[in-house]
C-alpha cells in the first residue's frame, strides 16, 4: 500500500504538475491575450486621441469658414446695397442724359433756326448793300448832274453879269439918247 500511495501521490503530483503547466500556459493566452486587448485598447485610445483632434482641427476649419462666410454675407449685402444704389444713380444718370440729349435737339434745332435767320438776314444785308450802292450811284449820278446843272446855272449867271455890265457900261458910255 505504501507504493500505492506513493504511486497515488506521484500521480497526484504529476496531475498537479500537469494542471500546473496546461494553466501556466492557460495564463501565458491570457496574459498574450489581455495584452492584445491592452495594446488594442491604447491603440483605440490613440485613435481617439487623433480624431479627437481631427475634430477639434475640423471644428476650427468649421468656426474658421463660418467667419468667412459670414463676412462674405457682410459684403455681398453690401455689394447687393451698392449695386442698388448704383443702379439709381445709372437711371438718374440715363434720365439726365435723356433730357441733355433733348436739350442739345432744342439747342440744334435754335441752332439752325438762327443760322437760316442770320443767312436771310446776310441775303437781306447783300440785297441792301446792292441797293445802297445803286442809291449811291444814282446819288452820284444826281449829283453830278445837279453840278452839272450849278455849273451851267453859273456860266449862266456869269454870261448875265458879263451881259449886265456890258449893258451897263454901255449905257454909261453910250450917249443919252434924247429925252421925249
Excluded: H
Amino acid at each position: 500500500m505504501k507504493s500505492f500511495l506513493t504511486t497515488l501521490l506521484m500521480v497526484f503530483a504529476l496531475a498537479l504538475c500537469g494542471l500546473v503547466a496546461f494553466q501556466w500556459n492557460r495564463e501565458v493566452r491570457l496574459r498574450q491575450r489581455l495584452q492584445a486587448l491592452t495594446d488594442e485598447v491604447q491603440d483605440q485610445k490613440e485613435a481617439i486621441q487623433n480624431l479627437n483632434g481631427l475634430v477639434k482641427r475640423t471644428q476650427e476649419e468649421v468656426d474658421r469658414l463660418e467667419a468667412i462666410r459670414k463676412q462674405l454675407t457682410a459684403t455681398i449685402q453690401t455689394n447687393m446695397a451698392e449695386l442698388s444704389r448704383l443702379d439709381k444713380e445709372l437711371d438718374k444718370a440715363l434720365r439726365e442724359n435723356e433730357q441733355l440729349k433733348q436739350q442739345v435737339d432744342v439747342y440744334k434745332e435754335a441752332l439752325t433756326q438762327a443760322n437760316e435767320n442770320i443767312e436771310r438776314q446776310n441775303q437781306i444785308i447783300t440785297q441792301q448793300n446792292e441797293e445802297m450802292k445803286k442809291l449811291a450811284e444814282e446819288r452820284n449820278a444826281i449829283v453830278a448832274k445837279y453840278n452839272d446843272l450849278v455849273q451851267q446855272f453859273n456860266d449862266l449867271v456869269q454870261k448875265w453879269n458879263a451881259q449886265q455890265e456890258a449893258l451897263a457900261a454901255a449905257a454909261t458910255n453910250a450917249p443919252s439918247p434924247p429925252r421925249r
